[in-house]
């Protein structure tokens, strides 16, 4: 079974910058994708960012120009830098791996346990 193991949250003031990571484990699997989610109090979960095995990256409107997305495949690893956080980006931002189990072929789709983020002076 795969682990995801999420880091970085936080609380940050606006303008502020915030890193976080999530990590993939357990067995031998193909990640086809990782992506970040965030979903505030009273709001339905939204794509942040999402980054395909092959580089490919989506963003969020909202945070076009101020995240990144990166992933180190070696480490099966996603990296989500978050620069001019504004309030409106406070949240619970949530890690999605999508991929293979590689001795089945069987699909996957996990979710790590989430990580706040808080945006506020």
């Known amino acids: 079974q795969v682990q995801l193991v999420e880091s970085g949250g936080g609380l940050v003031q606006p303008g502020g910058s915030l890193r976080l990571s999530c990590a993939a484990s357990?067995?031998?699997?193909?990640?086809?994708?990782m992506g970040w989610y965030r979903q505030a109090p009273g709001k339905q979960r939204e794509l942040v960012a999402r980054?395909?095995?092959?580089?490919?990256?989506v963003y969020a409107d909202s945070v076009k120009g101020r995240f990144t997305i990166s992933r180190d495949n070696a480490k099966n690893t996603a990296y989500l830098q978050m620069n001019s956080l504004k309030p409106e980006d406070t949240a619970v931002y949530s890690c999605?791996?999508?991929?293979?189990?590689?001795?089945?072929?069987?699909?996957?789709?996990?979710w790590g346990q989430g990580t706040q983020v808080t945006v506020s002076s």
């Open positions: 980054v395909t095995s092959g580089g490919s990256t």
């Open positions: 999605k791996v999508v991929g293979i189990i590689i001795a089945t072929l069987v699909p996957f789709e996990y």
């Open positions: 357990g067995g031998m699997f193909r990640i086809n994708s």
